[in-house]
């Protein structure tokens, strides 16, 4: 049995109406009752995390955040807390994702302090990295993830409570891929800088076509997967080729 065990991640990103958000993850759950080898999570809209988490109730499919505040409550219009999350039935939260990083601003810094909060309320935290296009192109894929990591994960991580996720921004929702070469070398970068056993995720345009390419490379424990993972069949043939 390999030392990290791999986890398959669905994030719905702003998709789904009750209707069919809660007949896609019936539709995960329902498979995942099948013998399979891989740890498994769905991140839906905040409207459905609760109904997810009710139709999830009794499979092995767990329940995140796209998000949180840093605060655990307060005065803050629109966001939503790590407690909030933690209480609504999530275990994980996916923060840094590059479409707040790049869509919303957000910083390094805004990442630590949202970590600590998911911290704080016993949420694993998945934090994403991951170059642009112009930033690969001009040789400096490895520092810029890098120094995501030393600027976002926090002091006192441990391999219980934090997961990276390395998503070239170029790869996302692009169909585009990184070679296996280049995956390779990003997450054996990313690894001297992170406590051992910390799971490793690619994401970036994981398909059930490439997905047991990407899942069987050295350093990848999963895969966080977008588009895909709004299908249960193609989420569940991603997961069905975890190693
Ligand atoms: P994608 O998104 O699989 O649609 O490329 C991945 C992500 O943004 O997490």
Partial sequence: ?????????????????????????????????????????????????????????????????????????????????????????????????????????????????????????????IVCVGETRAEREAGRAVAVVTGQIAGSVPAGADAAKLVIAYEPVWAIGTGLTPTTLDIIEIHAAIRAHIPGGTRILYGGSVNPRNAAEILALPEVDGGLIGGASLKADDFWAIAAAAQ
């Fill in 1 to 125: 049995m390999a030392e990290r065990r791999q986890l398959v991640a669905g994030n719905w990103k702003m998709n789904g109406m009750r209707a069919d958000g809660l007949a896609l993850a019936r539709g995960v759950a329902a498979r995942a009752s099948r013998p399979h080898r891989c740890d498994l999570l769905v991140c839906p809209p905040a409207t459905l995390i609760a109904a997810v988490g009710e139709a999830l109730a009794g499979s092995p499919v767990a329940l995140g955040g796209q998000d949180c505040h840093e605060a655990a409550s307060g005065a803050f219009t629109g966001d939503i807390s790590a407690e909030m999350l933690r209480d609504a039935g999530c275990t994980h939260v996916i923060l840094g994702h590059s479409e707040r990083r790049h869509g919303r601003g957000e910083s390094d810094a805004d990442v630590h302090a949202k970590v600590i909060a998911a911290w704080r309320a016993g949420l694993i935290a």
